[in-house]
């Protein structure tokens, strides 16, 4: 069953909060911030990723998640790589990550590179 309205309309429940942002809200600030700067409007690069404006709008609010297509399409119709797309999300959830983590390893603390494979890789 639907969340609804008094009047009927669909009402959209957000998830409890988080530690920190969703990768879909990231991934939807770059791509946002992307548009912007280049002037663009939504229906411009909808039209030119080949998506509705509707959907290019959830995706960069973070209400909806952009599929693999659908994100090498925006990105083509931004002239953005994906990589650079994604390096700046990773970056953007790092500086938060940081910001909100009791210690710099956290809980997988394992996946950083160890003392040895950082000094092998500064020689």
Request: proline content about 0%.
């Given at each position: 069953m639907s969340p609804r309205t008094a009047a009927g309309r669909l009402h959209l429940v957000?998830?409890?909060p988080t530690a920190g942002p969703l990768?879909?809200?990231?991934v939807g600030a770059r791509l946002?911030?992307?548009?912007?700067?280049?002037g663009r409007s939504l229906r411009d690069?909808?039209?030119a990723a080949q998506v509705s404006t509707g959907h290019l709008s959830q995706v960069e609010r973070g209400l909806a998640e952009a599929s693999s297509e659908v994100l090498r399409a925006l990105c083509r119709a931004l002239d953005l790589p994906v990589s650079a797309l994604l390096r700046a999300v990773a970056a953007d959830l790092a500086v938060l990550d940081?910001?909100?983590a009791p210690t710099?390893?956290?809980p997988l603390g394992a996946l950083a590179p160890t003392t040895t494979a950082v000094q092998a890789?500064?020689?």
């Open positions: 957000r998830e409890a990768l879909r809200e990231a946002r911030r992307a548009r912007l700067a280049q690069v909808a039209g940081l910001a909100s710099a390893a956290g890789r500064a020689a």
